[in-house]
């Protein structure tokens, strides 16, 4: 079985200060894993995705995530928060694709 | 490339009272997926179809609801006497299986469904 936990449910950062968000996840398999974005009333849309190549991977508008086995995280991080952040981010863990599994998502809030 | 379409974006109807919901995929893309997203959840896994064959159910899938592809390209999720904890957002991703490609799924905007 394969789950995720997005460890706060909100974080609010200023902006251009960095952002971190927080993601442990649990398989039994050598996972996949992704991070989606959401923004109010649109749809989900793909920031980035470790599939067992460089454990570092770098998305669209500046994210990044580390893969890192021995924690079982895969934290998503910018280094400089811009108002068009503000969103629902959610981690997912899948095995070849075949089913999406969701963290329950964290609502970034980005102040002026 | 259009996205992945679906209609309508928003239904309103009644307990007991049947839906159907339609799904257009990117065009070249063999797999379809159906999700549900309730309100401050992640949205959970509902079913899939490789081509026309639906390969997998979640248990979330009562008997009240089915989901159809009948020729491998558009995809329709119906629910039977509509239950007000069927209010949702009803989400359908596709996505290219092959050899090499990166699995990644991509959404459509999703159909809410209120039940009054």
């Known amino acids: 079985a394969q789950s995720v936990t997005q460890l706060d449910s909100h974080v609010s950062v200023s902006e251009g200060t960095p952002v971190l968000l927080r993601c442990n996840y649990s398989s039994s398999y050598s996972p996949s894993l992704f991070w989606y974005v959401q923004h109010p009333n649109k749809g989900l849309q793909l920031l980035l995705k470790y599939t067992s190549a460089a454990t570092l991977v770098k998305g669209i508008n500046g994210f990044e995530a580390e893969f890192k086995k021995s924690e079982t995280s895969f934290h998503l991080t910018k280094p400089s928060a811009h108002m068009s952040d503000a969103a629902e981010y959610f981690c997912?863990?899948?095995?070849?694709?075949?089913?999406?599994?969701f963290g329950a998502g964290t609502i970034l809030r980005v102040k002026s | 490339d259009t996205g992945v379409s679906q209609d309508p974006r928003h239904k309103i109807t009644k307990r007991g009272q049947n839906v159907t919901f339609r799904c257009d995929p990117i065009s070249e893309h063999n797999r379809l997926y159906w999700y549900r997203q309730t309100l401050g959840q992640g949205p959970e896994f509902l079913t899939y179809?490789?081509?026309?064959?639906?390969?997998?159910k979640s248990r979330l899938l009562s008997d009240r609801f089915s989901a159809e592809r009948p020729k491998g390209s558009f995809s329709t999720l119906e629910i039977q006497r509509t239950e007000q904890g069927d209010s949702a957002m009803y989400l359908c991703a596709s996505s290219l299986v092959a050899m090499g490609s990166p699995y990644e799924q991509y959404f459509g905007p999703g159909t809410r469904l209120t039940v009054t």
């Open positions: 997912v863990v899948t095995r070849y694709g075949n089913k999406l599994v």
């Open positions: 179809f490789q081509n026309e064959a639906q390969l997998e």
